[in-house]
C-alpha cells in the first residue's frame, strides 16, 4: 500500500491511511491532514502497512457513491445508466461503485439525496482508493463533468415538497429509504419517469410486505409517488396503471 499511496502522491493527488475495517482514518484531522510529502506517507504506511489509502473528495475530484448491494441502488442506477456519461469508476470492495467526476462546488457530501443509497462525496469528503486493492477501474483516463441533472437533484434550494391529504411529505424530514425513492422520482427525466415509477411503486410494495410500513405510512408514501409523478408530467390513468402493475407483479 505504501508504493501506491507513493505513486498517487506522485501525481499530485493527497493521502492518508484508513482503518481496514470500518475505513474510518487512522490520523488525527482525517482527511484534512492528506499529504503528498513522501516522508509522512512512509512514516504512516510503515506504522500501519495494512491501512487502506483514503483520498480527499472537492479538490481533484467529486464522486457519486453507489451502494450497488442494497436493490435500491442497483435499480437507479440502471434507469440512470443512459443519463450518466462515461467517467473514471472504480469498483468497491462491496461490489459497488466510484463515480468520479470533474471536480464541482454544486456537489457536496450527501446521503440517499440522489437516490436510496446513492450517496455523493465532495469537499469535505473522502473515498477509500479502491484501485490500490486491485479492484476493477473502468474509463481509467476520462473524468466527465458532472451531469447537470446531478447538480439540480442535489440542489438544497430545490427541495421538494409534496402535498396530499392530511399529510405533507417533505424529502427533508421522512424516512430516508422513502424520501430517497420519492426524491428519484421526482426528479425523473423525460424517458425515465415511468421506470422509476415502477421501480419506486416495486420497491414500496415490498417494503409494505416486509412490514417496513403500515397501512397509513403506505397509503401516504403512494400518494406521494403519485404526486412527485404528476409534477414529472405523467398523466392520472399512466401513473394508476404503472403502480397497478408493480403491485401485481408481487402476486
Not at 490500490?132 to 447537470?148: I, K, M, N, Q
Not at 446531478?150 to 424516512?175: E, N, Y
Request: hydrophobic residues 40%; glycine residues 8%; neutral net charge.
Amino acid at each position: 500500500m505504501r508504493m501506491k499511496g507513493l505513486q498517487l502522491a506522485r501525481q499530485g493527488v493527497p493521502v492518508f491511511p484508513c482503518r481496514c475495517n470500518d475505513k474510518r482514518p487512522l490520523i488525527e484531522h482525517g482527511f484534512k491532514s492528506a499529504s503528498t510529502d513522501p516522508d509522512a506517507i512512509h512514516k504512516w504506511w510503515t506504522e500501519w502497512p495494512r491501512a487502506l489509502i483514503g483520498v480527499p473528495t472537492g479538490e481533484k475530484f467529486v464522486v457519486v457513491d453507489l451502494d450497488l448491494q442494497h436493490p435500491e441502488a442497483a435499480c437507479w442506477y440502471e434507469a440512470k445508466r443512459a443519463s450518466l456519461p462515461l467517467t473514471r469508476t472504480h469498483v468497491t470492495r462491496s461490489g459497488g461503485r466510484h463515480l468520479l467526476f470533474q471536480p464541482n462546488p454544486g456537489v457536496g457530501c450527501s446521503a440517499s439525496k440522489l437516490g436510496p443509497n446513492v450517496d455523493t462525496r465532495g469537499a469535505g469528503g473522502y473515498i477509500i482508493w479502491w484501485p490500490a486493492c486491485d479492484l476493477e477501474v473502468l474509463h481509467g483516463e476520462t473524468l466527465a463533468p458532472v451531469p447537470d441533472w446531478v447538480i439540480r437533484a442535489l440542489d438544497s434550494t430545490t427541495a421538494k415538497i409534496i402535498s396530499f391529504p392530511g399529510q405533507t411529505f417533505s424529502t427533508a424530514h421522512t424516512d430516508t429509504r422513502v424520501q430517497g425513492i420519492i426524491a428519484t422520482v421526482a426528479a425523473a427525466q423525460e424517458g425515465e419517469r415511468n421506470s422509476l415509477l415502477f421501480w419506486g411503486a416495486c420497491i414500496l410494495r415490498d417494503m409494505v410486505l416486509e412490514h417496513e410500513l403500515d397501512e397509513p405510512a403506505a397509503r401516504h408514501a403512494f400518494d406521494a409517488l403519485t404526486a412527485a409523478s404528476t409534477r414529472g408530467g405523467l398523466s392520472t390513468h399512466e401513473i394508476q396503471r404503472t403502480i397497478a402493475s408493480a403491485v401485481r407483479a408481487a402476486s
